[in-house]
Every structure is written in structure tokens, then in C-alpha cells.
């Protein structure tokens, strides 16, 4: 599993609280990216059947989280917008590198570090909203968004030697930890 190098910014939960219905427009858009890209995935490597296998239930879940947070939204009376570019994602899809198993294994990895740091915030945002229905939600999210970022770093020892991997990811988490700590925080889960 990918241990991130560094921890978000405590003050990004007060920043996120602020404005929690810009949050969850940016929420619901990525669960939907996260299915999408799932999706392409599959189609792209259809002949490595572990991928597959494993990728389409992450896509179906990805969805219906989508779902869910596309609930929260409606009963809050607001709508989704446009989609924006994630400064945060587009800086480390950068570091993807070209060539097919390169490329392979890069994206793999980012998508776990991608699904990591979405853990940790999801885990941020339960500790700090009040009992009630948000906080579950968010608490379930939590736990799912764990068991997402194992599986792409599992994906990846599959179809490359673990010590291949390992190097690549570190790489990609000390890579990752930088672009953090650049970042201006904002609503949003990235």
C-alpha cells in the first residue's frame, strides 16, 4: 500500500467546511472520474484478466459512491458544474512516464497514491462533521477509498517484479509529497 510521505495541511478541513457544497460537486466529480478511468482501463488492457476482474467492481463502487454523493447534492438543492481541471491530478499524471510498460505500471501507481490521498481526506472530513448521516457516509467512504489504493499497488506486483514497483512508487510518493505541499489549499478533494 502506498504510505503517503506527507500529511495534508490540518487547516484544509476548515478550508473544505467553509465551503462543503463546493466540496461535494468536486466529491461527486471524481468518484465519477474514478469509474471512468477504471472503465478505460479495462478496455485498454481487456487481454490481463486479473485487471479486469478486479477494476470492474472498483468501477461499479466508484459509481455508486458517485451516486450517493449525487444525492447529498440534489437534497442540498445544489448542481454539478463543468468540469474543472484538478491541478492536483494533472501534476501527477505528469509524472507518468511513456512506453507501454512504463506507462502501465506509472499510472497503476499513480491511481493508488490518487486513491491514498483521497483516503486520508475522507478520513479527515469524518473526524471532524458532526454525528449524523454526512459522517457515516464520509466514515463508509473512508473505508472503501482504503481498500482502493491497496489494489492498484496489488495490481502492479502482479505484472512487475515487487522490487520494480516498490522503487517506482517511492519515486512517485516522495514526487507526490512535493505537489502537496505546493498546492494552495482549496474545497475540493485534491
Known amino acids: 500500500m502506498p ?3 506527507t500529511a495534508t495541511d490540518p487547516s484544509w478541513i476548515d478550508v473544505v467546511l467553509s ?3 463546493a466540496f461535494l460537486v468536486d466529491h461527486a466529480a471524481c468518484e465519477r472520474k ?10 485498454h488492457y481487456s487481454d490481463r484478466t486479473l485487471l479486469v476482474r ?13 451516486a450517493q454523493v449525487m444525492t447529498i447534492i440534489l437534497d442540498r438543492g445544489l448542481s454539478t458544474r463543468a468540469d474543472e481541471k484538478d491541478p492536483y491530478v494533472g501534476a501527477l499524471m505528469g ?13 497503476l501507481l499513480v ?8 483516503c486520508e481526506r475522507f478520513g479527515m472530513i469524518a473526524e471532524a462533521l458532526k454525528p449524523g448521516p454526512l459522517k457515516g457516509f464520509y466514515s463508509d467512504i473512508t473505508r472503501s477509498e ?18 520494480h514497483v516498490q522503487a517506482r512508487l517511492d519515486e512517485l510518493l516522495d514526487a507526490e509529497a512535493g505537489i502537496i505541499d505546493r498546492l494552495p489549499l482549496r474545497a475540493a478533494v485534491h
Open 146 to 163: 482504503a481498500r482502493h489504493h491497496g489494489l492498484f499497488v496489488r495490481l502492479a506486483r502482479e505484472y512487475f517484479p515487487a522490487e
Open 19 to 21: 465551503d462543503f457544497d
Open 111 to 118: 491511481l493508488g497514491i490518487i486513491e491514498a490521498r483521497g
Open 34 to 43: 474514478a469509474s471512468a478511468t477504471a472503465l478505460k482501463l479495462v478496455a
Open 3 to 5: 504510505r503517503l510521505r
Open 95 to 107: 509524472l507518468i512516464r511513456r512506453g507501454p510498460d512504463r506507462f502501465f505500471l506509472d499510472r
Open 54 to 66: 478486479e477494476l470492474i467492481p472498483f468501477a461499479q463502487e466508484e459509481l455508486e459512491h458517485y
